[in-house]
């Protein structure tokens, strides 16, 4: 048996649909991703905290859901949006249904929505605060009022990691921090929401990758001795996250540096760059970038819904990217200090692989800076 059930959205409109995945309402920021593949990393990135994703694709869950496609622990996502699930997928890796797995975690999902209509509103209108739920629709809309902002949350603290853990052999968490091998490479990661590709690719470049929560202080992640520090992306605006902020800047010029999306914002923000909300942010596995060192154009996969200003950016501060759409910033670079960021995602897990070079770019210039307190 199906249950009727309705996307409540601020502009008050309504789309029905039925129930598939935990039997629940559902509230967050509804946002689109274009990707026609890649829905299980999808749900697991933790920059969907507080997001109701919409996927364009029309058919979702043909190839089913395993193991090894996980880019965190949990399903991320509030809720799932799509025109149509499948409950019978074919693939050999295949050990569940994309159903079973909403249920697992306690997500609904919402299916016969007619995507495109919400995405076309969803461009013309911008983002807005959605609610699912079987309640007649005028009750629907006027609980919307009661929903928290998506604006108004640190979802970063939903989603760090409560202790520091070593990534090895490709498993997950729960490694104490050791002294590394001689001559490996030191990475700290800051976890504000870290997909871990990014930890699987830094250890295939031979790094000891070391986890850490969002808000260890500076002085502690300084005290490991890393050669190199990563600052993961992450959900919601850096407006909110001064404390991570004031902490990047008594950091940043005393080791190498590398920011990824919301960890690109942070950087930004801790050099004294401004940031904005975009109308309906980047979402998806096609978005053209140029390198504006090299002068080439890359094909990306992006997932954010803030941006750094390009105006009055601070002395020694330059854009490196661009996106070829809007012309938005999508890289930066310090002159002086260790210090690159990009707004897209490098680990692109679902995504192209054009961008992995950024990982070689960083610790290229993790070799060349002086460690910090060790010898290696």
């Given at each position: 048996?199906?249950?009727?059930?309705?996307?409540?959205?601020?502009?008050?409109?309504?789309?029905?649909?039925?129930?598939?995945?935990?039997?629940?309402?559902?509230?967050?920021?509804?946002?689109f991703n274009t990707t026609m593949t890649g829905y299980q990393e999808v749900l697991t990135d933790p920059s969907y905290a507080g997001q109701m994703v919409a996927l364009t694709y029309p058919l979702v869950g043909n190839y089913g859901i395993n193991r090894?496609?996980?880019?965190?622990?949990?399903?991320?996502?509030?809720?799932?949006?799509?025109?149509?699930?499948?409950?019978?997928?074919?693939?050999?890796?295949?050990?569940?249904?994309?159903?079973?797995?909403?249920?697992?975690?306690?997500?609904?999902?919402?299916?016969?929505?007619?995507?495109?209509?919400?995405?076309?509103?969803?461009?013309?209108?911008?983002?807005?605060?959605?609610?699912?739920?079987?309640?007649?629709?005028?009750?629907?809309?006027?609980?919307?009022?009661?929903?928290?902002?998506?604006?108004?949350?640190?979802?970063?603290?939903?989603?760090?990691?409560?202790?520091?853990?070593?990534?090895?052999?490709?498993?997950?968490?729960?490694?104490?921090?050791?002294?590394?091998?001689?001559?490996?490479?030191?990475?700290?990661?800051?976890?504000?929401?870290?997909?871990?590709?990014?930890?699987?690719?830094?250890?295939?470049?031979?790094?000891?990758?070391?986890?850490?929560?969002?808000?260890?202080?500076?002085?502690?992640?300084?005290?490991?001795?890393?050669?190199?520090?990563?600052?993961?992306?992450?959900?919601?605006?850096?407006?909110?996250?001064?404390?991570?902020?004031?902490?990047?800047?008594?950091?940043?010029?005393?080791?190498?540096?590398?920011?990824?999306?919301?960890?690109?914002?942070?950087?930004?923000?801790?050099?004294?760059?401004?940031?904005?909300?975009?109308?309906?942010?980047?979402?998806?596995?096609?978005?053209?970038?140029?390198?504006?060192?090299?002068?080439?154009?890359?094909?990306?996969?992006?997932?954010?819904?803030?941006?750094?200003?390009?105006?009055?950016?601070?002395?020694?501060?330059?854009?490196?990217?661009?996106?070829?759409?809007?012309?938005?910033?999508?890289?930066?670079?310090?002159?002086?200090?260790?210090?690159?960021?990009?707004?897209?995602?490098?680990?692109?897990?679902?995504?192209?692989?054009?961008?992995?070079?950024?990982?070689?770019?960083?610790?290229?210039?993790?070799?060349?800076?002086?460690?910090?307190?060790?010898?290696?």
């Amino acid at each position: 048996m199906t249950r009727p059930v309705h996307l409540a959205l601020e502009d008050g409109s309504v789309f029905s649909g039925e129930s598939f995945g935990a039997e629940r309402d559902g509230w967050g920021e509804v946002v689109f991703n274009t990707t026609m593949t890649g829905y299980q990393e999808v749900l697991t990135d933790p920059s969907y905290a507080g997001q109701m994703v919409a996927l364009t694709y029309p058919l979702v869950g043909n190839y089913g859901i395993n193991r090894r496609d996980f880019e965190s622990r949990r399903i991320q996502v509030s809720a799932l949006i799509v025109r149509q699930h499948c409950d019978l997928p074919s693939h050999a890796s295949s050990e569940m249904t994309l159903d079973a797995f909403l249920w697992e975690y306690n997500i609904p999902g919402i299916s016969g929505v007619d995507t495109r209509a919400l995405t076309r509103r969803l461009r013309t209108r911008g983002v807005m605060t959605g609610l699912i739920t079987a309640d007649d629709p005028d009750r629907a809309l006027q609980r919307l009022a009661e929903i928290p902002r998506y604006d108004d949350l640190d979802l970063v603290s939903t989603v760090t990691t409560p202790s520091a853990y070593a990534w090895d052999h490709g498993e997950q968490e729960g490694y104490p921090t050791a002294p590394p091998p001689a001559g490996v490479r030191r990475i700290l990661v800051t976890d504000a929401g870290v997909k871990y590709n990014i930890l699987r690719l830094l250890q295939s470049r031979g790094c000891e990758v070391i986890t850490v929560p969002a808000y260890t202080p500076a002085e502690d992640m300084l005290a490991m001795q890393p050669n190199g520090v990563l600052l993961s992306p992450g959900p919601g605006d850096p407006v909110l996250l001064g404390n991570i902020v004031e902490n990047l800047g008594r950091l940043i010029g005393r080791v190498p540096i590398m920011g990824i999306c919301l960890g690109h914002q942070l950087a930004a923000r801790a050099l004294g760059a401004g940031t904005y909300k975009l109308k309906f942010g980047h979402r998806g596995g096609n978005h053209p970038v140029k390198d504006l060192l090299t002068e080439q154009v890359h094909i990306t996969a992006q997932n954010h819904g803030y941006a750094v200003s390009a105006d009055n950016l601070p002395p020694g501060l330059e854009v490196s990217h661009i996106n070829l759409n809007d012309y938005t910033v999508e890289g930066l670079r310090h002159r002086e200090l260790p210090l690159f960021t990009i707004q897209y995602h490098s680990e692109a897990s679902p995504g192209p692989q054009d961008n992995e070079y950024l990982f070689d770019r960083f610790l290229a210039m993790v070799d060349d800076a002086k460690p910090v307190g060790r010898v290696v």
